[in-house]
């Protein structure tokens, strides 16, 4: 079936075309979402509907029992809950800003100025972004302990503010910006600062609210018993990968714990995600 024809320049829709597309979305749109309803329905399966072959996609007798283990297993230990919610907050938090005025901070420049080794910058970072954090784990590890950072919140906070996805988010963003625009400000005295401040940064808020919804996933999902060896310093997903991992009687808890890890970002993304189709049409990166 023709979605459409075109008239000249004119594209003209036809009536089942974007019946079809509807159609065609909806089904793409709940088939992404079926992780997550799963996700939700294995956490509230007690534990004989859990090990049921073949699997069920629905509970039969949902329970809340998953997450009372779960509280059970969190009030034994010798370092409270709280600590660990609050290390997984700031290390996210404190990350995710840092990261969105670096990269943006940098990528001012790389965007609106000619320099010497400036189109090298540019490769570097399209290049940087092929790594994954497999690949630079190692050689981190190495930095951060020439650094006597290892066993300290620094080692997570500092490589997360160097995003180089952020950088290229911004740089990519703040060069659809008219010189015009900036020239006009140069004119009525209005210094870098100031440019940076009052003009760039609100023309590109989608980039760098994209940028906080990536950073804000990667960093409150990341594990750091790789870096942080003192239990108090330890955040959330590291202490519920530990308690629900090991035997079959910690399955329920291990669905429970899942459904709090997904929540955080969820929440954030749908805060935010008016912005994030503007600015992938804008930096080149397809959703």
Not at 258 to 280: H, N
């Amino acid at each position: 079936m023709r979605l459409g024809k075109r008239t000249g320049r004119r594209q003209v829709h036809t009536v089942g075309g974007d019946i079809v597309l509807a159609i065609f979305l909806v089904i793409v749109g709940v088939f992404m979402f079926l992780p997550f309803i799963y996700s939700i329905v294995q956490s509230l399966k007690p534990m004989e509907e859990l090990f049921v072959f073949p699997p069920k996609f629905f509970v039969r007798n949902p329970t809340l029992s998953n997450f009372k283990d779960l509280l059970l297993h969190t009030n034994n230990m010798w370092v409270p809950l709280e600590r660990y919610i609050f290390n997984s907050f700031f290390v996210s938090v404190a990350g995710t800003v840092g990261s969105v005025i670096i990269g943006s901070m940098a990528a001012y420049p790389l965007a609106k100025f000619r320099f010497p080794g400036s189109a090298l910058y540019e490769k570097i970072i399209v290049l940087s972004l092929l790594f994954v954090y497999n690949v630079t784990a190692v050689p981190q590890f190495i930095i951060m302990s020439k650094l006597k950072m290892v066993d300290t919140l620094w080692a997570v906070l500092l490589p997360s503010m160097a995003s180089s996805l952020s950088l290229y988010l911004m740089k990519n963003f703040m060069s659809q910006l008219p010189d015009d625009l900036i020239e006009a400000a140069k004119i009525d005295g209005a210094g870098h600062m100031k440019i940076f401040l009052g003009i760039v940064m609100p023309n590109v808020k989608p980039a760098w609210v994209t940028a906080v919804i990536f950073v804000f996933q990667g960093l409150w999902n990341m594990q750091t018993d790789s870096y942080i060896f003192t239990e108090s310093l330890k955040n959330l997903p590291t202490l519920l990968m530990q308690i629900s991992t090991g035997t079959v009687a910690t399955a329920g808890i291990s669905a429970a714990a899942s459904v709090i890890l997904m929540l955080p970002p969820i929440i954030v993304f749908l805060i935010s995600e008016s912005q994030v189709v503007e600015t992938m049409a804008h930096s080149g990166i397809k959703g």
